[in-house]
């Protein structure tokens, strides 16, 4: 056992708590990882407020990047000393994981939204008690100063790189610049139009840029994000608070876009990502909206060739495409570090705070 920082949540009111830990060592397929910063995702504050309602407590966190402190016996493939951003788990073996598509694994939510291995496990503990805390969110718990991490979990990335800077590339960037590239693969000269520009949408903004689309749509009504959009890719930005989203984009495209990506989870916001379509036309769900929610769609104007696709983690086999995103940045296509913003972990109520109030894009805490 080691004994860990982390950062706790505990219930929906009660602010993340700092507390110590007792760490095991990693058992044969795992890695010990010395995190080095962890970007805050809407998805760790939407289990905090329990808007997505997963078990609390829990150790949060889950676009870490750090340093492989010890491996596991039976892994192979890593070393002490690798630099890796990690991403979630996978069994590696069922049929989706053969179609190299690990974020729709058969046990994608046992091995991710419980915050136990498999066995029902966890290698975190109170320190007082030894009692298990649920460590083992999407295969890393990464709001820590270290973590036990499935070895599928970790991507080795060059250690040249910034890692300080690399771990939204295992969620926030994957999950937008994927659902273009992987998911919907624009054809150069098309129409995309991307609502909510957050950090997903802004990938997605990117990822139509490097498709080549010929006009890139950015919907959001915070000014700083249409004009962040502008900055990396967008060709237009609407306030949807001033204008007619759909009457903008159906006028600007010349009859509708032929993608559209939905970032918010917003329900009415959905139905406009699919009134904007073209003929054919296809929307990505990428937002996460509250569970249950329904939406009144018309099917007559689906039936024109028009439909919605749900996407996660952009279709991504993170192995491949982290690395590729990583090239990416390096050669300055995918500008991210334009809205990142740093914390400290002792900060992390205080980032939360600053991306609720859309003061920041994408925070990213810095471990002691």
């Not at 996460?288 to 696709?309: C, E, S």
């Amino acid at each position: 056992m080691r004994t860990i920082t982390a950062a706790v949540a505990t219930t929906p009111e009660r602010p993340f708590s700092i507390e110590q830990f007792d760490l095991e060592p990693p058992r044969p397929d795992e890695l010990l990882v010395r995190i080095v910063a962890s970007g805050i995702c809407h998805t760790d504050i939407s289990v905090k407020n329990q808007s997505v309602k997963l078990p609390l407590p829990m150790v949060l966190g889950h676009e870490g990047s750090g340093v492989v402190e010890a491996v596991g016996s039976a892994v192979k493939h890593f070393q002490v000393g690798d630099h890796v951003v990690m991403a979630g788990d996978s069994c590696g073996h069922c049929n989706k994981c053969q179609q190299s598509l690990p974020f729709y694994c058969d046990e994608f939510v046992t091995r991710n939204l419980t915050g136990w291995r498999t066995d029902g496990s966890s290698p975190l503990h109170q320190c007082h008690d030894h009692q298990p805390l649920r460590g083992r969110f999407v295969g890393q718990s990464s709001f820590a100063t270290h973590s036990i991490v499935p070895a599928r979990a970790a991507i080795r990335i060059p250690k040249d790189l910034p890692l300080e800077l690399m771990g939204p590339l295992g969620c926030g960037l994957t999950t937008g610049a994927g659902t273009v590239l992987n998911a919907l693969r624009p054809t150069p000269g098309g129409h995309v139009a991307v609502f909510g520009c957050g950090t997903v949408g802004l990938a997605a903004v990117m990822g139509a840029r490097l498709a080549g689309a010929q006009s890139i749509i950015a919907i959001d009504p915070v000014a700083s994000r249409r004009d962040m959009a502008l900055s990396v890719g967008a060709t237009l930005a609407i306030d949807p608070m001033q204008d007619d989203v759909v009457d903008r984009i159906l006028h600007a495209t010349a009859g509708g876009a032929d993608f559209s990506v939905e970032c918010s989870g917003v329900a009415e916001v959905t139905l406009q990502a699919i009134a904007c379509l073209g003929r054919p036309g296809m929307c990505a769900q990428v937002g996460a909206p509250p569970g249950g929610t329904k939406l009144p769609i018309d099917m007559d104007h689906l039936g024109f060739g028009r439909g919605i696709k749900g996407v996660v983690m952009g279709d991504a086999n993170p192995q491949t495409f982290v690395p590729y995103l990583a090239a990416l940045w390096r050669g300055g296509r995918l500008p991210f570090e334009r809205f990142v913003k740093y914390y400290e972990l002792n900060q992390i109520n205080e980032a939360v705070a600053d991306s609720g109030r859309g003061e920041v894009i994408k925070p990213i805490l810095r471990m002691p």
